[in-house]
């Protein structure tokens, strides 16, 4: 009952968030500001978005082999590949997909597979506050809730690096931990360098399908906000990021558009939403491709035989 509710409550922020977008910017001005786009908006744009799928793997990669269970790069592709589609369906259930098909392929224990993945998770996060503390130096007007973010994101990373510094034994001896603090200053920083192309393609693609609707953001200014705007979009509190995503664009960036107000709001609202119907397709797409390969199936088969409801456990 209760995960039923928590994708109702997404969905309705997804929904709400539309609306509101939609409401204060027509659909006819969005739709205006979709024909003004640049011709090279989706091949370009699409480029990008198979860069993101190839270095998201590649970092998969490298981390699981170092920390959990070294895999072939061409099977981490395909079970990447594969995720994608399932998160679309569940959220959850592609999260935890690869921590499903590692198990029961090759016996790694679950809770060391979810450590992993919460660590990956981590780093990515480390990643935005560099990129986000970068920007906010050199970059020459942000807006001060971005500040604000960073700040508090700092405050956060020095309780997490004292933690792993002083290995509190309480927390050292939870298996789910273990990761996290077994990989230390120099485990993280490894991590962080895998992770660095992913971002790098990740910042391209939206400076990229900005600049295709005219929208003229600076590079430092990106730096500096993309990141927030990259971690709202993750928060599992909307479908897919839908709706999140897209009002802190229009939020941060309909400032750096032409026209009016209303004619920026709606070239930002425009290329957010080309820009995240050209990766979901494409996502989409790959991952039924990737669902039919033998490592696809068997991921499959993982996640049914682990999210099957026990026989003595009625289904939630």
């Known amino acids: 009952m209760r995960?039923?509710?928590?994708?109702?409550?997404?969905?309705?922020?997804?929904?709400?968030?539309?609306?509101?977008?939609?409401?204060?910017?027509?659909?006819?001005?969005?739709?205006?500001?979709?024909?003004?786009?640049?011709?090279?908006?989706?091949?370009?744009?699409?480029?990008?978005?198979?860069?993101?799928?190839?270095?998201?793997?590649?970092?998969?990669?490298?981390?699981?082999?170092?920390?959990?269970?070294?895999?072939?790069?061409?099977?981490?592709?395909?079970v990447r590949g594969a995720t994608y589609l399932l998160a679309a369906v569940n959220y959850n259930v592609g999260q935890g997909a690869i921590v499903y098909f590692v198990h029961r392929t090759a016996g790694v224990p679950i809770v060391r597979g979810v450590a992993t993945v919460l660590f990956i998770m981590g780093v990515?996060?480390?990643?935005?506050?560099?990129?986000?503390?970068?920007?906010?130096?050199?970059?020459?007007?942000?807006?001060?809730?971005?500040?604000?973010?960073?700040?508090?994101?700092?405050?956060?990373?020095?309780?997490?690096?004292?933690?792993?510094?002083?290995?509190?034994?309480?927390?050292a001896e939870k298996p789910l931990f273990g990761v996290l603090l077994n990989a230390g200053v120099t485990g993280h920083l490894r991590a962080l360098v895998v992770?660095?192309?992913?971002?790098?393609?990740?910042?391209?693609?939206?400076?990229?399908?900005?600049?295709?609707?005219?929208?003229?953001?600076?590079?430092?200014?990106?730096?500096?906000?993309?990141?927030?705007?990259?971690?709202?979009?993750?928060?599992?509190?909307?479908?897919?990021?839908?709706?999140?995503?897209?009002?802190?664009?229009?939020?941060?960036?309909?400032?750096?558009a032409p026209g009016n107000q209303m004619a920026r709001e709606a070239a930002v609202f425009s290329a957010s939403l080309v820009g995240q119907t050209i990766a979901t397709s494409f996502q989409a797409i790959l991952g039924v491709i990737c669902l039919k390969s033998r490592v696809g199936r068997a991921l499959s088969e993982s996640v049914k035989a682990d999210t099957a409801p026990k026989a003595d456990t009625p289904p939630d």
């Open 195 to 256: 992770r660095l192309p992913h971002i790098a393609c990740l910042m391209a693609f939206q400076i990229t399908a900005m600049h295709a609707f005219g929208v003229a953001v600076p590079v430092l200014a990106a730096i500096a906000v993309l990141p927030v705007v990259f971690f709202i979009g993750v928060l599992p509190i909307s479908v897919q990021g839908l709706g999140t995503t897209q009002a802190v664009l229009v939020y941060f960036f309909a400032r750096y």
């Open 124 to 171: 990515n996060v480390l990643a935005l506050l560099f990129l986000a503390s970068g920007g906010l130096l050199v970059a020459p007007a942000v807006p001060h809730a971005v500040t604000v973010i960073v700040v508090v994101a700092w405050i956060g990373l020095a309780i997490y690096a004292l933690t792993v510094w002083v290995r509190p034994r309480w927390l």
């Open 3 to 78: 995960k039923r509710l928590v994708r109702l409550l997404a969905w309705a922020v997804t929904v709400g968030l539309l609306y509101l977008l939609f409401r204060r910017v027509p659909v006819s001005e969005v739709i205006a500001a979709a024909r003004g786009a640049a011709w090279w908006t989706v091949p370009v744009v699409l480029t990008c978005v198979v860069g993101l799928y190839v270095c998201d793997s590649f970092a998969i990669w490298k981390v699981f082999g170092w920390f959990l269970k070294p895999m072939s790069f061409v099977d981490v592709l395909l």
